[in-house]
């Protein structure tokens, strides 16, 4: 038997689990993200299932903000230069 990436084997189980051709209400994906058992530990991580952005540390929106700054500063120098020009 192969070996599954992670990813296909959690997509095997929603699958097994979930999917109902018969009865079932639309397509494997369709059913897979309607999916209701919340209790689950693979819920966030169901094929087509909506990403939740995990929480930033106060460095990391530090960074971003420097970031920003440094964009912001780069495009009004890029304007001021084209401005300038004839």
Do not use: N
């Not at 903000?65 to 084209?82: D, I, K, P, T």
Request: charged share 20%.
């Amino acid at each position: 038997m192969p070996t599954l990436s992670p990813k296909r084997a959690i997509a095997a189980f929603c699958r097994f689990c979930l999917y109902d051709p018969k009865g079932g209400c639309g397509t494997a994906l369709e059913q897979i993200r309607a999916c209701t058992a919340r209790d689950c530990p693979l819920w966030l991580h169901r094929p087509g299932a909506a990403r939740v952005p995990r929480p930033r540390t106060a460095a990391q929106l530090a960074a971003q903000a420097a970031g920003r700054e440094r964009l912001v500063s780069m495009r009004q120098a890029a304007r001021g230069a084209s401005a300038a020009a004839p």
